[in-house]
C-alpha cells in the first residue's frame, strides 16, 4: 500500500473517531470514551502531517509544471531551486511519518512510578541511589513535571536503600522507561581511607502508572494496615497512625505509603502503586513479546542488566545499550539527562522501524 492510502485510511478513520466522539451512546460509556478520545488525539499529528505532506506534494508538482512549460531561464531556475528544496522537506516528512505510523508502546503518555533501590556495594550503594534519585528530581523539574514521594527507607550513612516516586507529565512513561535497569558507579566512597576505587550498584524500575480503568481493585482483596511514619515528617512522626500499608491479597503483593500526614492521601498514594504493580504483571508479557521481535532491546531489556556506569575518577557516564560515553559526568547528575534519553530514543526508533521493514 503507498504511504499516501495509508494515510488517507487514517484520514477517514480520524474523522468517523471525530463523529462517535459526540455521539451519545459513546459519551455514556466512559471506558469506551476515554479510549477513543485518546487514539483520536494520537492520531492528530499524523492527519497534521499527512495535510503538510500533500500540500509539498501539490507544490513540487507546481514546481514541475513549471519547468515543462516556462520559457525564461530565471522563472525556471527558480522553479528548480524550489524544487530541490521541496524534494527535501518531502524526504523528510516521509521519514518523520513511517516513525509516527509504527505502533508505539501504548503506555508511553502515561505518568511514571519511579522505584530505586541499592544494590551491591553496602553504604555506599544507598548514596549512589540518593544521587540517582536526586538526578531525577532535577530532570523532572527541568520538563516541567510533578513528582510525588510515596515511600523510602533511609540508608544508615545517607541516601536510601529504597525510594518510590510518581513522576506526572505527559509522556513521563515513554521517556523515563530508559532508565530501568542496573546503574553503577564507580568512585572513591567517603568511608574509604586509603582512595581505593569501589564499584556499587543501584537498580531503576520505571513502570507505566497504571489507571482505575486498566486495573479494578476489589475491597475484600485488600488488606490495610495504618502504623506510625518513620521518616521526615516534623511532629506528626510516630505520633499518628499516617502511614498506610496495603496487602493484596491474590497476589501477596504488599504496597506502603508514608511521605504524607494525612493518612487519607497515603492511602490514595498506595492504591495509585498497588494498581501500577498489579498493571505491571499484564504489562511484562507485551513487553516479553516485544523483546522477541528484537534483537537489541533499548528501552524494554533485561531490568537486572547492568545499563550504565558513572565513573568519577574519569568524570564520564557510559551507556552499555549504545555504546555511547559522555564526558560530562557532573552536568548529567545535576539532572542534565537530555542528551543520553535522546540518543537511547533514536536508537530505539531506529529498531523500531527495522523490524517494521522486517
Same mark, same amino acid.
Given at each position: 500500500?503507498?504511504?499516501t492510502?495509508?494515510l488517507?485510511?487514517?484520514?477517514?478513520?480520524?474523522?468517523e473517531?471525530?463523529?462517535?466522539?459526540?455521539?451519545?451512546?459513546?459519551?455514556?460509556d466512559?471506558?469506551?470514551?476515554?479510549?477513543?478520545n485518546?487514539?483520536? @488525539?494520537?492520531?492528530?499529528?499524523?492527519?497534521?502531517?499527512?495535510?503538510?505532506y500533500?500540500?509539498?506534494v501539490?507544490?513540487?508538482?507546481?514546481?514541475?509544471?513549471?519547468?515543462?512549460?516556462?520559457?525564461?531561464?530565471?522563472?525556471?531556475?527558480?522553479? @528548480?531551486?524550489? #524544487?530541490?528544496?521541496?524534494?527535501?522537506l518531502?524526504e523528510?516528512?516521509e521519514?518523520?511519518i513511517? *516513525?509516527? *505510523?509504527?505502533?508505539?508502546?501504548?503506555q508511553?503518555?502515561?505518568?511514571? %512510578?519511579v522505584?530505586?533501590?541499592?544494590?551491591?556495594?553496602?553504604?555506599?550503594?544507598?548514596?549512589?541511589?540518593?544521587? #540517582?534519585?536526586?538526578?531525577?528530581?532535577?530532570?523532572?523539574? +527541568?520538563?516541567?513535571?510533578?513528582?510525588?514521594?510515596?515511600?523510602?527507607?533511609?540508608?544508615?550513612?545517607?541516601?536510601?536503600?529504597?525510594?518510590?516516586?510518581n513522576?506526572?507529565?505527559?509522556g513521563?512513561?515513554?521517556? #523515563?522507561k530508559?532508565e530501568?535497569?542496573?546503574?553503577?558507579?564507580?568512585? %572513591?566512597?567517603?568511608?574509604?581511607?586509603?582512595?581505593?576505587?569501589?564499584?556499587?550498584?543501584?537498580? %531503576?524500575?520505571?513502570?507505566?502508572?497504571?489507571?482505575?480503568?486498566?486495573?479494578? *481493585?476489589?475491597?475484600?482483596?485488600?488488606?490495610?494496615?495504618t502504623?506510625?511514619?518513620?521518616?521526615?515528617?516534623?511532629?506528626?512522626? +510516630?505520633?499518628?497512625?499516617?502511614?498506610?500499608?496495603?496487602?493484596?491479597?491474590?497476589?501477596?503483593?504488599? %504496597? !506502603?505509603?508514608?511521605?504524607?500526614?494525612?493518612q487519607?492521601? +497515603? #492511602?490514595? @498514594?498506595?492504591?495509585?502503586?498497588?494498581?501500577?504493580?498489579?498493571?505491571?504483571?499484564?504489562? !511484562?508479557?507485551?513487553?516479553?513479546?516485544?523483546?522477541?521481535?528484537?534483537?537489541?532491546?533499548?528501552?524494554?531489556?533485561?531490568?537486572?542488566?547492568?545499563?550504565?556506569?558513572?565513573n568519577?575518577?574519569?568524570?564520564?557516564?557510559?551507556?552499555?545499550?549504545?555504546n555511547?560515553?559522555?564526558? +560530562? *559526568?557532573?552536568?548529567?547528575?545535576?539532572?542534565?539527562?537530555?542528551?543520553?534519553?535522546?540518543?537511547?530514543?533514536?536508537?530505539?526508533?531506529?529498531?523500531?522501524l527495522?523490524t517494521?521493514?522486517?
Open positions: 500500500m503507498e504511504i492510502d495509508k488517507e485510511d487514517i484520514r477517514r478513520r480520524w474523522e473517531m471525530g463523529e462517535q466522539l459526540n455521539d451519545p451512546a459513546v459519551m455514556a466512559m471506558k469506551r470514551f476515554v479510549k477513543l485518546k487514539d483520536y @488525539k494520537d492520531m492528530e499529528p499524523v492527519v497534521a502531517a499527512f495535510k503538510e500533500k500540500n509539498i501539490a507544490n513540487i508538482e507546481h514546481a514541475r509544471e513549471i519547468m515543462r512549460k516556462e520559457k525564461d531561464e530565471d522563472f525556471r531556475n527558480m522553479a @528548480k531551486e524550489e #524544487l530541490d528544496e521541496l524534494s527535501i518531502k523528510k516528512l521519514e518523520d513511517r *516513525l509516527m *505510523l509504527i505502533p508505539k508502546d501504548p508511553d503518555d502515561k505518568n511514571a %512510578v522505584e530505586i533501590r541499592a544494590g551491591t556495594g553496602g553504604d555506599e550503594a544507598s548514596i549512589f541511589a540518593g544521587d #540517582l534519585y536526586r538526578m531525577y528530581l532535577k530532570y523532572c523539574e +527541568n520538563k516541567g513535571w510533578k513528582t510525588e514521594l510515596v515511600d523510602m527507607n533511609e540508608g544508615t550513612v545517607g541516601g536510601f536503600k529504597e525510594i518510590v516516586f513522576v506526572i507529565g505527559p513521563a512513561y515513554g521517556i #523515563l530508559f530501568s535497569g542496573v546503574h553503577r558507579v564507580q568512585r %572513591v566512597p567517603k568511608t574509604e581511607t586509603q582512595g581505593r576505587i569501589h564499584t556499587s550498584a543501584a537498580s %531503576v524500575v520505571v513502570l507505566p502508572e497504571a489507571e482505575e480503568f486498566d486495573i479494578e *481493585l476489589l475491597d475484600k482483596d485488600i488488606r490495610k494496615d502504623f506510625c511514619s518513620s521518616g521526615p515528617g516534623g511532629q506528626s512522626v +510516630n505520633t499518628t497512625y499516617s502511614a498506610v500499608r496495603l496487602t493484596h491479597i491474590p497476589s501477596g503483593i504488599v %504496597v !506502603s505509603c508514608q511521605d504524607e500526614k494525612s487519607i492521601k +497515603n #492511602l490514595a @498514594k498506595a492504591m495509585k502503586v498497588l494498581r501500577t504493580r498489579l498493571f505491571e504483571r499484564e504489562y !511484562s508479557k507485551y513487553l516479553e513479546e516485544i523483546a522477541s521481535k528484537r534483537k537489541t532491546m533499548v528501552s524494554t531489556g533485561d531490568r537486572s542488566a547492568k545499563i550504565r556506569t558513572y568519577w575518577p574519569q568524570g564520564r557516564v557510559t551507556d552499555h545499550r549504545i555511547l560515553t559522555l564526558y +560530562n *559526568l557532573s552536568a548529567i547528575i545535576d539532572g542534565d539527562v537530555d542528551e543520553m534519553i535522546e540518543k537511547l530514543q533514536m536508537a530505539e526508533n531506529a529498531e523500531r527495522k517494521e521493514l522486517g
